[in-house]
């Protein structure tokens, strides 16, 4: 009668994506050390990490630049943000790849590339920069030069390997990144590098290997994030079928 309570639990994700992610954890573990991982703390969408309010001033801007980069252990000052429209971001898409290859900042600054529009909504905001930032650390910071799509998804994870994964799982649906060498912007789309689910997956694999099998920070996660999340850690804990070596924190 009660026999699905007891029943297998699937994994949310596909076989690839399953090790995709597992294996772009196993890559940051090598270069980031799996104690930043376990030790970092989880960023909330909540005035203890960010100001009670938000007028899209420059200040503000550059107060959320600051907190973000801070938070991925960054120097604030290395972080330049660029702002752009959507459609200048077409025109100039060839001139840009030039003027960026030719003129590569040799400081190790992080130039970030923002579509002005993003500036209306904050969360979208600390998403963007997280990304942004996640990205030029792995491909200037670690020298990280793989096939373009392969970067995307690790630098996404990397915002969840460093505590902002809540921010980028939320707002994965709202946005997607085109790219072009050195040049990047955001665009709308329902489409996003990481699939919700694979979102759920990868906080799933955050939270068990730091000792978090019902993490109290869950509940900011949209629905159906959180939903995959909570598979997934049911799944993790039946079958222990992860490629990750550091999946309990005991390990």
């Known amino acids: 009668m009660f026999g699905w309570l007891f029943a297998p639990v699937s994994c949310p994700v596909t076989p690839e994506q399953r090790r995709t992610i597992e294996e772009g954890f196993s890559y940051l573990a090598g270069v980031q050390g799996i104690e930043r991982l376990r030790t970092t703390t989880t960023i909330l969408p909540t005035t203890e990490f960010f100001p009670a309010t938000y007028?899209?001033?420059?200040?503000?801007?550059?107060?959320?630049?600051?907190?973000?980069?801070?938070?991925?252990?960054?120097e604030p000052d290395r972080v330049v943000i660029h702002f752009y429209c959507?459609?200048?971001?077409?025109?100039?898409?060839?001139?840009?790849?030039?003027?960026?290859?030719?003129?590569r900042p040799l400081d190790r600054r992080i130039e970030v590339?923002?579509?002005?529009?993003?500036?209306?909504?904050?969360?979208?905001?600390?998403?963007s920069l997280a990304m942004e930032i996640a990205f030029v650390v792995l491909t200037d910071d670690f020298q990280l030069r793989e096939e373009q799509g392969?970067?995307?998804?690790?630098?996404?994870?990397?915002?969840?390997?460093?505590?902002?994964?809540?921010?980028?799982?939320?707002?994965?649906?709202?946005?997607g990144v085109e790219r072009t060498g050195h040049a990047s912007w955001w665009r709308m789309s329902r489409e996003s590098t990481l699939s919700l689910n694979a979102y759920g997956y990868a906080l799933a694999i955050y939270a068990l290997s730091r000792g978090e099998s019902r993490p109290r920070w869950a509940?900011?996660?949209r629905g159906d994030v959180i939903g995959a999340m909570r598979q997934s850690i049911r799944y993790l804990q039946q079958t222990s079928d992860c490629s990750?070596?550091?999946?309990?924190?005991t390990t």
């Open 113 to 127: 590339w923002i579509e002005k529009s993003v500036l209306d909504d904050p969360l979208l905001l600390v998403a």
């Open 55 to 74: 007028d899209r001033t420059t200040a503000e801007v550059e107060d959320l630049k600051c907190r973000v980069a801070r938070y991925m252990e960054v």
């Open 219 to 221: 509940s900011h996660l």
């Open 244 to 249: 990750f070596p550091h999946l309990y924190a």
């Open 86 to 103: 959507r459609d200048d971001a077409i025109r100039s898409v060839d001139n840009w790849q030039a003027t960026l290859d030719e003129n």
């Open 150 to 175: 392969t970067i995307v998804v690790i630098a996404e994870l990397l915002t969840v390997y460093l505590g902002l994964g809540i921010f980028t799982a939320n707002e994965s649906l709202k946005e």
